[in-house]
């Protein structure tokens, strides 16, 4: 079994990716002082994480100045792949609060999932400036086919949705 980390308020929280557009793998990181952890997300969970809470930072108000040093610590290890990731807003605490579950076999199966937890609190600030990247990271990637909503390759694609026709010409 993997290790669970309990970090409520945060010095540092970012996304970031590693590897080639392509073949990049997107992670989530944190730290409060010499306690860290990063945590493998695909591609489309650090697009609605980040959606969700630029969504939620609208309704509890304007962050104040958003943190500029976001890059990925090292080393860059994920420890372990998020299967489901919620968030919340501690109105009391004024904190975001990040919930990752570990992907595991178990989730397949539809058992109780078994694996470790993160638990990560951050500022208002912290979450603005994380969905602020998260876009960036997305949005530099490659971009999707308007039918299937897969990555486009530069060799080519092959829409599961075009049924053996051709794409559609821009």
Known sequence: MSNS???????????????????????????????SV?????KQQVAALSEYL???????GRPG???????????AEPEW?????GVAYDEEEDT???????????????????????????????AAALAIRGVQLVEAGRPSCPLCGFPLDPSGHACPRSNGHRPPTP
């Open 96 to 126: 975001v609060i990040l919930v990752a579950e570990e992907a595991t076999a178990a989730e397949e199966e539809a058992e109780a999932p078994d694996g470790a937890v993160a638990r990560l609190g951050a500022t208002r600030e912290q």
């Open 5 to 35: 980390y309990d970090l409520p308020r945060v010095d540092h929280l970012t996304v970031g990716t590693v590897g080639p557009v392509g073949q990049r793998i997107f992670l989530l990181q944190a730290r409060r002082g010499v306690d």
């Open 65 to 75: 100045e958003l943190p500029t040093d976001l890059e990925l610590e090292l080393p």
């Open 38 to 42: 990063t945590l493998k997300l695909e």
């Open 54 to 60: 630029s969504d939620l930072l609208e309704k509890v």
């Open 81 to 85: 792949p998020v299967g489901t990731l």
